[in-house]
Each structure stands twice: as structure tokens, then as C-alpha cells.
T-cell receptor, first 113, second 113 residues
Framework: TQLLEQSPQFLSIQEGENLTVYCNSSSVFSSLQWYRQEPGEGPVLLVTVVTGGEVKKLKRLTFQFGDARKDSSLHITAAQPGDTGLYLCAGLNSGGSNYKLTFGKGTLLTVNP | NAGVTQTPKFQVLKTGQSMTLQCAQDMNHEYMSWYRQDPGMGLRLIHYSVGAGITDQGEVPNGYNVSRSTTEDFPLRLLSAAPSQTSVYFC????????????FGSGTRLTVV
């Protein structure tokens, strides 16, 4: 079973602060995805990273895939209350069947006004 | 609007009752899956399908059945509900391939008493 460890588990910050969330594994993934989930809703895909070392930006969010494709990070610049939510990373198996996504347990982010 | 439609939104069952959670998508996605989300446990894969007529077990399949007679529909059946099946259930679909992320439904909150 491939495991994804996310840290921190909880994060409470003030509006305007920067933050980084980490997603780590001992396994190699074909690709890694980040989702945001708001209360009462399903997760929504933010980004998919495929190439080792890849960096993608989505407005104030910067996603990076590790060179060895075992880890990823999400950096938010100048956080806003609208960024509040559960951030989930998910990895796609690199060997055998590439159908199943493995999810981390998430980072619950609260941005206070 | 295109997406994944789950019904019902909320359900209360008595122990031993059976029911079917419905899931439909209109994006012609090959891959469909069911997850359950529990506090502290993250998203856990119950069953998945890579196409009509093909299903397979995920991480926590016991007590659940699925079928995939069409590309669009992927119902989840609880055979004899137990309190341990109290959870939030999400259906998700995507195209096969490493670059594609999930589209999730809005979830079914199930309580078994």
C-alpha cells in the first residue's frame, strides 16, 4: 500500500500570511494531484503535476513535484479567508495498475480575517 | 451542468437495512470510483470501475457491492447496513491516464442507527 503523509494536519493563520503544506511518501508516483474541499462538498481538483521537479502556479498557489516524484508541496502567498478548506494530495501509482489514486489525510487550513 | 450527480444527499438507515447510493456522470469518463470519508481516516477507496462491465475492489470493500452496466452509472449497494458504515460517501470519475484528475460528486451523508 502506497502511503501519503501530509503535514501539518491543522494550520490556522492570519490573513496575509504565507504558508506551505507538504505531502510526502516513500513511493514513486506517476503523477500527484492537489484538491481543496469545503464543508459539505466534494473535493475539487486544483492541479495535477506529472514531471519530477515540475512547478505549477495557480494565482497565489504554487505547487511543486519533487525531483524523485515522491513528494510535493503547496505554497500559498498572502492567504485569504477564501483559501480556508481541507487540502488533499493524491498520488497515482507508478507501477502496475495506474488506475487508483492514493489520498493523504489532508491539511485543514483556516485563514482568519 | 456537466458533472457527477449523487443521490440522496442525506440518508438514515436502521441496522440491517439495505440501500443503494446512486451515482451518474455525463462526461463520458471511463473510470468511476466510490470513496468513504471518515474523520482522521481520510478518503478510502471502496470499489472502482475502469469501464462498463468491469469492477474491482478497493481498500475497504466489505459490506458493499457495485455494478457498472453503463458508462454513466455506478451505483453502490449496502447489503446489510451496520453502524460502522456511518460515513460520508463520495462518487468520483475521471478519464484514464496520468494527467487526469477526479471530478467528485457532492457526497451522501449516511447514518446507520
Amino acid at each position: 500500500t502506497q502511503l501519503l503523509e501530509q503535514s501539518p494536519q491543522f494550520l490556522s493563520i492570519q490573513e496575509g500570511e504565507n504558508l506551505t503544506v507538504y505531502c510526502n511518501s516513500s513511493s514513486v508516483f506517476s503523477s500527484l494531484q492537489w484538491y481543496r474541499q469545503e464543508p459539505g462538498e466534494g473535493p475539487v481538483l486544483l492541479v495535477t503535476v506529472v514531471t519530477g521537479g515540475e512547478v505549477k502556479k495557480l494565482k497565489r498557489l504554487t505547487f511543486q513535484f519533487g525531483d524523485a516524484r515522491k513528494d510535493s508541496s503547496l505554497h500559498i502567498t498572502a492567504a485569504q479567508p477564501g483559501d480556508t478548506g481541507l487540502y488533499l494530495c493524491a498520488g497515482l501509482n507508478s507501477g502496475g495498475s495506474n488506475y487508483k489514486l492514493t489520498f493523504g489525510k489532508g491539511t485543514l487550513l483556516t485563514v482568519n480575517p | 451542468n456537466a458533472g457527477v450527480t449523487q443521490t440522496p444527499k442525506f440518508q438514515v438507515l436502521k441496522t440491517g437495512q439495505s440501500m443503494t447510493l446512486q451515482c451518474a456522470q455525463d462526461m463520458n469518463h471511463e473510470y468511476m470510483s466510490w470513496y468513504r470519508q471518515d474523520p482522521g481516516m481520510g478518503l478510502r477507496l471502496i470499489h472502482y470501475s475502469v469501464g462498463a462491465g468491469i469492477t474491482d475492489q478497493g481498500e475497504v470493500p466489505n459490506g458493499y457491492n457495485v455494478s457498472r452496466s453503463t458508462t454513466e452509472d455506478f451505483p453502490l449497494r449496502l447489503l446489510s447496513a451496520a453502524p460502522s458504515q456511518t460515513s460520508v460517501y463520495f462518487c468520483a470519475s475521471r478519464y484514464l491516464g496520468t494527467d487526469y484528475g477526479y471530478t467528485f460528486g457532492s457526497g451522501t451523508r449516511l447514518t446507520v442507527v
